[in-house]
C-alpha cells in the first residue's frame, strides 16, 4: 500500500469514527508512519482519533500532535480536577485505597504512587480520561517489585499464540530486575502493541523492551 493509499485509509476511518471530528485533524503519512495533527474539543476524542488510526492496516507508527483546545466557558480548575479524579479512582475496582497520588498543572494530570499491577496503573489512567477539562494524562506511576514466577517466558509465549497471529516470529527474552525483551517482527502495528500487552500482563513485570519490527 502507498503511503497516499493509506493515508486516504485513516482518513476514511477517521471520518467513520463518531466520537471524532475528523474536519479538523491532519494526516500525513511518510513510510508508514502516521502524523495526527489539528485540534479536538477533549481528551477522549483526541485518544479516540489515535485509536482509530492503529486500527487502519499498514500504520507501522503514529506521531500525534494533536490539540486539545476547550472552550473557554467549559474550562476546569485544577482544583476540581484533582478531587474528581481523586474521587473516581476511589470509587474504581482494583485500586488500592492508598497509594496513588495526583497533581494538575494547566489541565495536565500527573499521576503518582505505586501499585502491584500493571493493569492497575493502565485502569488509573483510564479512570481519569474522561473528566472534563482535561489536556493531557501522565502516568508516572509505579510496579511493586514481585518474585518472577519460573516459567514466565513459557507462559508469555502461550499467551502470544492465543492473542497474535504468527507469534513465532515473536522471541521473549526475560532480563534481570523484571524487564521483559520482545524481539522478532509482526505484520500489523496492533500485533505490536497486543504482544507488549501481554508481556505486561504477567505479574513481576517491572518494564518491557518492545523492539518487535512492523514489516
Known sequence: MTDKDLRQCIIDELDFEPS???????????????????????YVEKLA?????????GV?????????????????????????????????????DEGIQVTVQ???????????WQYQKIAAADAVRSLSGIVHVINNITISPRVQPLEIRHKIEEALKRHIIEAQHVHVMVLDGGKIALQGD??????????????????????????????
Open 186 to 215: 509482526v505484520h500489523h502495528l496492533f500485533e505490536r502493541e497486543e504482544a507488549e500487552r501481554v508481556a505486561w500482563s504477567m505479574p513481576g513485570v517491572m518494564a518491557v523492551d518492545n523492539q518487535l519490527m512492523v514489516i
Open 106 to 116: 494547566d489541565g495536565v494530570v500527573t499521576l503518582g504512587g505505586q501499585v502491584d
Open 20 to 42: 471524532v471530528n475528523a474536519a479538523h485533524v491532519g494526516v500525513a503519512v511518510e513510510n508508514g508512519v502516521v502524523t495526527l495533527s489539528g485540534h479536538v474539543v477533549s
Open 60 to 96: 507501522r507508527g503514529i506521531a500525534e500532535d494533536i490539540r486539545v483546545r476547550y472552550p473557554s466557558d467549559k474550562k476546569t480548575a485544577d482544583d476540581e480536577i484533582t478531587k474528581r479524579a481523586l474521587d473516581i479512582l476511589r470509587w474504581s475496582i482494583g485500586m488500592p
Open 49 to 57: 482519533a489515535e485509536a482509530a488510526t492503529r486500527r487502519v492496516k
